[in-house]
């Protein structure tokens, strides 16, 4: 099943390639960089033992800057990678963060890119934010030997229903993660059903409304911590 979406995503290519050019004509930074949505260019072994935060665009941005900051002052000789997909996104991590993060766009979800993506970057913890569940990515990453936790997920009933008709390529995908921070106890249950493990499974809240870390994140952020482990 992963093959043939795989070989789709590749039959798919000249149409992302399409889209971006569409899109530049009323936003030209779509035209821009467009190598890095390939992982072309990039020499291997940029960053060494990096931790890598996939946030989309801005709101996950937004979401995801309590939690980049304190692993900034946790972790601060651990590069840290920030990615996105979207032009403005990219804009506003390079306004919050500046120098003190990596940034680049995230690869698509094409085998090859992903490779030679974690080849140059070298994660070994992976946090991908909300709903970005891509099966090629998560497998690369497991493949690459990084720990994969997804943090604020959520899960609506439309996107569940469409997952389960899928179980052949999510369930693999959801049992490679190695700890999910979603937001409510209903959404923990989609996650489970989907094939995650339940153990790894935890309902904290919704961080976009929580811009600062109160006890029950930090609770969390600390058990989620010890599952991942110490680098």
């Not at 795989?6 to 030209?28: D, K, N, T, V």
């Not at 779509?30 to 890095?36: A, L, P, S, T």
């Not at 049992?175 to 937001?183: E, I, K, N, S, T």
Request: aromatic letters at 10%; charged letters at 25%.
């Amino acid at each position: 099943m992963q093959t043939l979406y795989s070989f789709l995503w590749y039959l798919l290519l000249p149409l992302l390639f399409l889209r971006l050019w569409l899109r530049g004509r009323q936003a030209p930074a779509y035209r821009q960089r467009w190598k890095e949505r390939m992982a072309w260019g990039y020499r291997p072994g940029i960053l060494k033992n990096s931790l890598w935060v996939h946030a989309v665009s801005v709101g996950e941005t937004l979401a995801a800057v309590p939690m980049i900051e304190r692993l900034l002052a946790d972790y601060p000789d651990t590069p840290l990678l920030v990615t996105t997909t979207t032009p403005t996104g990219s804009e506003r991590v390079k306004a919050l963060f500046g120098d003190r993060v990596t940034h680049v766009y995230c690869p698509w979800e094409l085998p090859t890119a992903l490779n030679r993506f974690l080849r140059a970057f070298d994660p070994k913890t992976v946090i991908v934010l909300e709903t970005e569940l891509w099966p090629n990515l998560c497998a690369a990453v497991k493949r690459h030997g990084a720990k994969l936790m997804l943090m604020n997920g959520r899960l609506s009933e439309k996107s569940y229903r469409g997952y389960r008709k899928l179980p052949r390529l999510v369930r693999p995908m959801m049992a490679r993660f190695d700890a999910l921070a979603v937001q409510t106890p209903v959404e923990r249950e989609r996650y489970i059903a989907l094939g995650a493990w339940p153990e790894r499974v935890h309902a904290i809240g919704s961080v976009k409304f929580d811009m600062s870390l109160d006890d029950t994140v930090r609770q969390a952020a600390a058990s989620l911590r010890g599952e991942i482990g110490e680098r």
